[in-house]
């Protein structure tokens, strides 16, 4: 088993880095270092990306808000980064339209913000498509689901979206490390961690079995979102910046528009608000809420708020109630501010990323951040362990995006020829071969491979997904699966489509559990089940569980 392979290889010599925390710039930062010819080690305290990256809006985009306090150089660096990973992942992350209606009253008129999206354009180096303005007729036959009262108008401008979700794309990145002979393993805790002569020791634990380890690091990267400051507290490091916690919530609810849009509008406490395509779902949000722990939940103010919202705005057949709610996402922005400052203006704080360097201890803490911008964070963490003294054999190594033409044109062909796109879903957004290649890569080829030996590896396995026996079986090889909500909620997306109560009645559940877990395949599903749905923010007591989805424990 490839999780309890890497568990034993953390304790045997030395690494040249042990990352802490595999949410996007923990991933970024292994994936960076390991293409590169670094030593490197992974663990985190739950599963990758199972905390803060799982729980964006799936968007990648340049930042238009931060114009509003006329950031232009982080608009313009978000902007560039947005651009490479469009270049770098045609397949996962894709231009689309942001389609916003403008109220009559609001704090900026109408024109005003037409030529902020052009000028956002022009930030952005002209490379999506042109901003266009719209007229209230325009909309209405556009978008007859807007509600036009009150409004005069609005735009249409570009950005970027994840077409899968955010933690299937920081996956990516941690297969990626393990692909250039990376030693990552999910639930494994940080213990604390101490300088001993050139090396890092740090106690680690194993979560699932309980067994602890040290792992032996020339540098420690502190990559644990939320959580960077307690551990640095551990180990006594002392930083010029610290976090301060915003939470953002959506609602997951059936498809109201058939378009591939984002429709915006302006939420009541002036806050962008979105309605975002999700397959057959659509995702809408978000809250922007200050809280003081990273640990948050969903409450029922927060629920009013998003469904009020979207209620007023949107012409539905009926107003959306809390029954109609599939699935709920919840999770905190880390923001970065100086030590000393920065609580007062929170709302006006960018998702702009510090990486801080110990230059006499070897150590980095990483504070914020976003996944637009995680290209420069796996960069400069490289240039910071550099730095520190690690030799990074191939400097210049590209460390990211999708496989060269050759292997792309290679599974198309062999696509073609099992006619593989006849067996996808009816109920699908898009041809299968397109799936299988942006959630696969390369390793899509072995995918056909299987299906070829036996046809009945294309069936779908569960009731209202696409997911094939197939990817179950791959999931079960290749992705450190140890949990059912690593599969349901990471690995896929399957938790946010299909609701919960569905998924308990599912006999296709069922089998992929045996496929994924076998003989333990029943004790999995009881373990899933008997679980509150969230349950890494579930519990926000003091103690052990106060860091149950970090790289660490104190």
């Not at 067994?211 to 507290?233: K, M, W, Y």
């Not at 397959?279 to 722990?293: L, N, Q, Y």
């Not at 599939?326 to 510090?354: F, M, N, T, Y």
């Not at 006999?507 to 373990?527: H, K, N, S, T, V």
């Amino acid at each position: 088993m490839l999780r309890a392979t890497n568990i034993d290889s953390l304790s045997r010599g030395t690494f040249d880095v042990l990352v802490l925390g595999a949410g996007i710039n923990g991933a970024v930062a292994a994936a960076a270092l390991a293409a590169r010819g670094a030593k490197v080690a992974l663990i985190d305290r739950g599963d990758f990306a199972g905390f803060t990256s799982q729980e964006s809006s799936n968007l990648a985009w340049g930042g238009i808000k931060y114009m509003e306090s006329f950031e232009f150089p982080l608009v313009r660096k978000l902007c560039v980064s947005r651009n490479l990973l469009l270049r770098s992942y045609p397949s996962t992350v894709q231009e689309i339209r942001f389609y916003t209606a403008h109220e009559r009253g609001f704090r900026h008129g109408l024109f005003k913000l037409f030529l902020g999206t052009w000028l956002y354009w022009i930030i952005g180096s002209f490379f999506t498509k042109i901003p266009r303005l719209l007229s209230r007729r325009t909309i209405a036959r556009e978008e007859p689901i807007i509600d036009l009262e009150g409004c005069d108008g609005g735009f249409e401008y570009s950005d970027a979206y994840l077409v899968d979700n955010d933690a299937r794309f920081v996956w990516g990145f941690v297969r990626s490390a393990l692909d250039h002979g990376a030693r990552a393993a999910n639930y494994v805790e940080s213990l604390g961690a101490r300088r001993d002569g050139d090396a890092w020791l740090t106690r680690a634990r194993d979560v699932l079995s309980g067994r602890e380890l040290t792992v032996r690091s020339r540098v420690l990267v502190n990559a644990c979102g939320p959580f960077v400051d307690a551990h640095n507290a551990l180990t006594g490091q002392r930083t010029s910046h610290r976090h301060i916690f915003s939470k953002g919530i959506h609602l997951i609810v059936e498809r109201l528009t058939t378009s591939r849009r984002v429709l915006t509008f302006f939420a009541d406490d002036g806050r962008l608000f979105f309605v975002i395509p999700m397959g057959s779902r659509t995702c809408i949000g978000t809250t922007d809420t200050r809280v003081e722990r990273p640990h948050t939940e969903v409450t029922a103010e927060d629920r009013r708020f998003v469904l009020s919202n979207i209620n007023k705005r949107l012409r539905l057949p009926r107003p959306l109630t809390e029954a109609d709610i599939i699935a709920e996402r919840c999770g905190v922005r880390p923001l970065a501010v100086q030590e000393g400052g920065g609580a007062a203006d929170w709302l006006q704080l960018s998702r702009k990323h510090v990486i801080e360097v110990d230059r006499q201890q070897g150590h980095v803490s990483v504070f914020g951040g976003k996944l637009t911008d995680c290209i420069n964070v796996g960069d400069e963490i490289c240039a910071a362990v550099q730095e520190l003294g690690v030799a990074l054999p191939r400097p210049a190594q590209r460390w990211y995006g999708e496989p060269g033409e050759r292997a792309r044109d290679a599974f198309f062909e062999e696509a073609r020829r099992l006619e593989l796109d006849a067996l996808t879903p009816p109920r699908s957004s898009e041809p299968l071969s397109a799936r299988l290649w942006r959630r696969y890569g390369a390793e899509a080829l072995e995918l056909l491979e299987a299906i070829q030996r036996d046809p009945r590896m294309a069936d779908a396995l569960i009731e209202g997904v696409d997911d094939l026996r197939c990817e179950v079986a791959h999931a079960a090889r290749r992705e450190m699966i140890a949990k059912l909500d690593d599969f349901l909620r990471r690995r896929t997306k399957i938790s946010l489509l299909v609701r919960r109560e569905e998924l308990a009645r599912s006999p296709g559940l069922r089998e992929a559990c045996r496929i994924l877990f076998g003989d333990e395949a029943d004790l999995r599903l009881e373990e899933y089940f008997q679980g509150s749905p969230g349950t890494a923010h579930a519990d926000s007591a003091c103690g052990r569980e106060c860091y149950s989805a970090s790289g660490f424990t104190p």
